[in-house]
């Protein structure tokens, strides 16, 4: 940890920053720390899938069977070093899966669901004929959004009706006190 001083602590495989979601850190048997990412395309390029080879020092560190590389102990001093919470990711096929819950009760909403693709299954690493278009691109984020758009996010239709709800209150007390007081003293 000494020559971490001033930087970030990174996943010595790509480099990469370690943090909660899909560079969360995984610690060895070797005591070696590498990010869930680069664990998993480690694990689905070894031929035996139960055993991982640290890319340090090369010492094994055996899976039991069937348990996928999510499941390795989280170095939880490194993320406290970060000052973050670990979340739980899964490897799901050749996808790395995070399924965000919502931290506010208030609001009733769908949890996120996060993938991260690992890449095409190694039979098919050749790839389609070159002459064959992809069929499916994908869709570009839009850098606003229509009114109608807005209106179908649970959220904000919240939003709205408590609004709504505010001033509607707002101005039934406004007008009741000005009726009351023209009412009762006949200000006017």
């Known amino acids: 940890m000494a020559e971490l001083q001033g930087r970030e602590p990174e996943c010595p495989v790509c480099w990469n920053p370690f943090n909660n979601t899909f560079h969360t850190p995984k610690v060895l048997d070797c ?41 390795l102990p989280t170095d939880t001093a490194m993320l406290t070093l970060l000052r973050l919470e670990p979340h739980h990711v899964i490897l799901e096929g050749r996808q790395l899966c995070l399924k965000d819950q919502p931290k506010n009760r208030y609001f009733l909403r769908q949890p996120r669901v996060y993938t991260l693709d690992l890449g095409p299954e190694p039979a098919s690493q050749a790839g389609p004929p070159l002459d064959v278009a992809p069929t499916s691109r994908p869709a570009p984020i839009p850098s606003h959004y229509s009114p109608r758009e807005c209106f179908r996010n649970p959220q904000f239709r919240i939003f709205a009706y408590l609004m709504a709800v505010i001033l509607s209150v707002t101005l039934l007390l406004i007008f009741s006190i000005f009726w009351t007081k023209q009412f009762l003293w006949g200000v006017g």
Do not use: I, N, Y
């Not at 080879?53 to 010492?59: E, F, H, M």
């Open 31 to 71: 005591c070696h720390s590498f990010c869930v990412e680069c664990l998993a395309h480690l694990s689905l390029v070894t031929p035996a899938r139960r055993r991982l080879l640290c890319p340090l020092c090369r010492q094994p560190t055996v899976l039991a069977s069937g348990q996928p590389v999510t499941d």
